[in-house]
């Protein structure tokens, strides 16, 4: 099963029968599996299945639409528990950004946290997922792929949110506030936090 995103709505790849109440299409090839047709099949829901007896193909034709970009962030940890968010245009998200020539994802990762909040003195844990959105940018179809790691703040630096990718808070949470502010996020930061749970 492959799963992308479109903001907050999810496109599933599996093989299998249709589910009641979940809207589906049959895999096929050519510009039935474009991001424009996929999308107008939605209708009001959030959630979409593709149909295939081979659903890495399916997705794979779905990807030939798009450019794919790479880009990698983290989950950053303090030494109490708590985990930073950041709200960039008016959405709870995570730091994160596109990996450079020549960088490794995880050279990636700790790049961005430093250049987003501020915070150096972070240490990588190790891999946590892989999400995958597609929009639409410049005229042109984007499928970003995120890979994401756990990180431990090491020291007590105080976030500065970097306001030039805009980026207008960045916050330290836990507990109930943590979890509001994931579940009124995207879906790729709720399936980063899925997993991020799961390593416990």
């Known amino acids: 099963m492959q799963i992308i995103w479109y903001e907050n709505k999810a496109l599933v790849f599996k093989s299998g029968d249709a589910e009641a109440d979940i809207p589906c299409v049959r895999g096929s090839t050519g510009s039935d599996l474009s991001p424009a047709n996929l999308l107008q099949k939605f209708d009001n829901n959030n959630i979409l299945y593709v149909l295939s007896e081979n659903p890495r193909h399916a997705f794979e034709t779905f990807l030939s639409h798009t450019a794919v970009v790479e880009a990698a962030g983290g989950v950053v940890e303090d030494g109490t528990g708590r985990i930073l968010m950041m709200r960039r245009r008016g959405w709870w998200d995570l730091p994160k950004g596109h990996v450079e020539k020549g960088e490794s994802h995880e050279e990636a990762a700790l790049r961005e946290v430093a250049e987003e909040t501020g915070l150096r003195q972070v240490r990588l844990l190790g891999p946590l997922t892989t999400t995958r959105h597609f929009y639409r940018m410049h005229g042109r179809w984007e499928t970003k792929c995120t890979w994401w790691y756990g990180m431990r703040c090491e020291g007590d630096e105080t976030p500065v949110p970097q306001t030039e990718e805009d980026i207008t808070e960045t916050r330290w949470m836990q507990g109930t506030e943590l979890w509001q ?14 997993a991020w749970t799961k390593k416990e």
């Open 181 to 194: 502010a994931v579940a009124g996020s995207y879906g790729t930061i709720r399936e980063v936090f899925d």
